[in-house]
């Protein structure tokens, strides 16, 4: 089964934007598709960001596709997410794309 990871901006923004990576999740999982939500991971606000960015860059090795949010350029820690997921040939696509036969 596919396995794709959301990734996208969360620091400084409201709710550490939360909500669009739960509605991604929803919109993959609809899919039949299995989503890794970093928010899910991360429900801990207390952490680090260094903490958290360890256990998403683990979850992130195990998918064979990463869905980018809007914003996500904004995101150093999403800049690093795609260059694993590059080196690591792990398909990059946009959030938007899912559902439109690219997923």
């Known amino acids: 089964m596919k396995r794709i990871y959301i990734s996208g901006p969360m620091s400084g923004l409201p709710n550490h934007n939360f909500p669009a990576f739960h509605a991604a999740a929803e919109k993959v999982r609809a899919q039949g598709i299995e989503a890794v939500n970093p928010a899910e991971i ?3 606000t207390d952490l680090s960001w260094e903490e958290c960015l360890r256990a998403d860059i683990k ?8 869905a980018m949010l809007p914003g996500w350029e904004n995101s150093k820690g999403a800049h690093l997410e795609v260059h694993v997921a590059h080196r690591l ?5 946009r959030i ?3 559902g439109g036969g690219e997923a």
């Open 42 to 44: 991360n429900a801990d």
């Open 59 to 66: 979850a992130l090795c195990d998918c064979d596709t990463i």
């Open 89 to 93: 040939g792990i398909r990059v696509v």
């Open 96 to 98: 938007e794309d899912i």
